[in-house]
């Protein structure tokens, strides 16, 4: 059979204990993992970030560039920045990676705007992406809005709706109503 290899992955339930109880997890965004080939976007980005940083920062190695700090220290941040992003790559999980790729846009980058904006707009279309992928699986599972909607079908009265180029008669007039007075001047 053969799968899709872009659709979401919901985790099973570790514990056996939620088994024999019977009360399975609910599906949310942090139990969708994604598919095999965002985990290999991922580590594309997270290779880019690293190397766009020590691109960065490497010439100022040593060199104060801002009040209290060194290239140095910038180049250390981005790169554990970039190893979070390539961790939380590795888990699949697209809650993580969303988070990753949110804290690898606002870090040190100096002057280069256009590769926050680039993390920033894929940290955003991963949390999309979860967003419909956690709508989707959980659409059906939801035992609540089934038992109402079954409710609602049941005792719901079963005259049709009325087609949509008729006109509709006036109701009837209330007694109790009373027509807002015109003020005089």
């Known amino acids: 059979m053969a799968r899709n290899p872009s659709t979401a992955v919901l985790d099973r339930p570790r514990s056996s204990a939620c088994q024999r109880s019977g009360a399975g ?6 139990t969708i993992r994604l598919a095999d080939r965002h985990r290999w976007v ?9 190397g766009a940083f020590a691109a960065l920062w490497v010439p100022n190695l040593g060199s104060r560039v801002a009040t209290g700090a060194t290239g ?9 920045l970039s190893v979070l992003l390539a961790a939380a790559t590795v888990t699949r ?4 990676m969303a988070g990753a790729a949110l804290l690898v846009a606002v870090g ?6 256009f590769i926050q904006i680039l993390f920033f707009v894929y940290a955003v279309f991963l949390m999309v992406m979860v967003a419909r992928q956690t709508r989707a699986t959980s659409s059906g599972d939801n035992r609540i809005s089934s038992f109402l909607s079954g409710l609602r079908l049941r005792f719901a009265p079963s005259s049709p709706a009325p087609a949509a180029g008729t006109v509709r008669s006036r ?10 007075q015109r003020r005089r001047r």
């Open 93 to 96: 999980r697209g809650v993580l």
């Open 72 to 80: 140095t220290s910038y180049l250390l941040i981005g790169l554990v």
């Open 171 to 180: 109701p009837a007039s209330s007694a109790r109503y009373t027509a807002p």
């Open 25 to 30: 997890e609910r599906p949310g965004p942090l």
């Open 108 to 113: 040190p980058w100096g002057p280069e705007f």
């Open 42 to 50: 991922g580590i594309v980005a997270a290779i880019t970030a690293a």
